[in-house]
C-alpha cells in the first residue's frame, strides 16, 4: 500500500493534524491564550481549530465530526452560545459533548475536529 500522511504541527509526543486521503484529523485543542471563562477559551479553542484546518487545506464548513470535552457540563449552554456564532449555517457537524477532567486544571474546554479537505467560498 502506498500511503501518505501528512503530519502538521510534529512535537515530541503528538502532532497538531494529520491528513489522509483527503481527511484531516485534529489533536485535542485546548485553550492557548490565558482566557478564563468558559466563553473566551470556547472561541480560543475554535480560533485554533480554524487555523489548523486552514494549514491542512480545509475550513470549518467541511468538518465531518466533533468531539467536545467540557470540565464542567454546566458550561454547556456558554460554550453552544459561542459554537452557534461560530458554526456556518447548514453546516453543523455530527457532534459529541462530555464532561471529562482534563490534564489542566485551568481548562475548561478541548475539542477534537476531524474534517474533509476542503474549502468554502465564505467560510466565515
Known amino acids: ?3 501518505h500522511i501528512q503530519r502538521h504541527g510534529v512535537a515530541a509526543r ?9 481527511v484531516v484529523y485534529l489533536a485535542g485543542m485546548v485553550p492557548e491564550r490565558g ?12 480560533d485554533q481549530v480554524q487555523q489548523r ?9 467541511f468538518i465531518l465530526r466533533t468531539q467536545i ?8 449552554g456558554a460554550m453552544n452560545e459561542v459554537w ?5 449555517p447548514g453546516t453543523a457537524p455530527p ?10 486544571p485551568d481548562w475548561k474546554i478541548e475539542i477534537i475536529v476531524t474534517a474533509a479537505q476542503g474549502t468554502a467560498q465564505n467560510p466565515d
Open 84 to 88: 452557534d456564532a461560530w458554526v456556518v
Open 53 to 61: 484546518l486552514k494549514e491542512a487545506g480545509s475550513d470549518k464548513s
Open 69 to 76: 470535552f467540557l470540565a464542567d457540563i454546566q458550561d454547556i
Open 14 to 22: 503528538y502532532s497538531e493534524a494529520a491528513v489522509f486521503n483527503g
Open 35 to 46: 482566557a478564563t471563562d468558559i466563553r473566551g477559551q470556547t472561541q480560543d479553542v475554535l
Open 1 to 3: 500500500m502506498n500511503a
Open 95 to 104: 457532534r459529541a459533548t462530555v464532561q471529562a477532567a482534563l490534564a489542566n
